[in-house]
Nanobody, 120 residues
Framework: VQLQASGGGLVQPGGSLRLSCAAS????????MGWYRQAPGKQRELVAR???????NYAASVKGRFTISRDNAKNSVYLQMNSLKPEDTAVYYC???????????????WGQGTLVTVSS
């Protein structure tokens, strides 16, 4: 299973970006999908997650500014980021919890990360 993330870049404070992540490979079912981020010198943290049924959770620091969504038909997850702040600067990673076979276990898979820089 491979996760390909895209959409990062340089944006001014107050601007917007949309991250995308598509899972491919041997996939029977995807449970939760999510976005995490890691800023320089800090631990990786959860930004937002979405269940297969569409239930969502957000970090307090992004609630009201970021929106997570998914397209189950495309095995994809998205993160719309609005009102970006310099403290949102980080490498953003997508994650999917995937079952590869009907009787197999769920396992975590990570994308390669995409850099978001918020700066004037």
């Amino acid at each position: 299973v491979q996760l390909q993330a895209s959409g990062g870049g340089l944006v001014q404070p107050g601007g917007s970006l949309r991250l995308s992540c598509a899972a491919s490979g041997s996939i029977f079912r995807i449970n939760d999908m999510g976005w995490y981020r890691q800023a320089p010198g800090k631990q990786r943290e959860l930004v937002a997650r979405i269940s297969s049924g569409g239930d969502t959770n957000y970090a307090a620091s992004v609630k009201g500014r970021f929106t997570i969504s998914r397209d189950n038909a495309k095995n994809s997850v998205y993160l719309q980021m609005n009102s970006l702040k310099p403290e949102d600067t980080a490498v953003y990673y997508c994650k999917a919890i995937v079952k590869q076979r009907i009787m197999g276990p769920y396992s975590d898979y990570w994308g390669q990360g995409t850099l978001v820089t918020v700066s004037s």
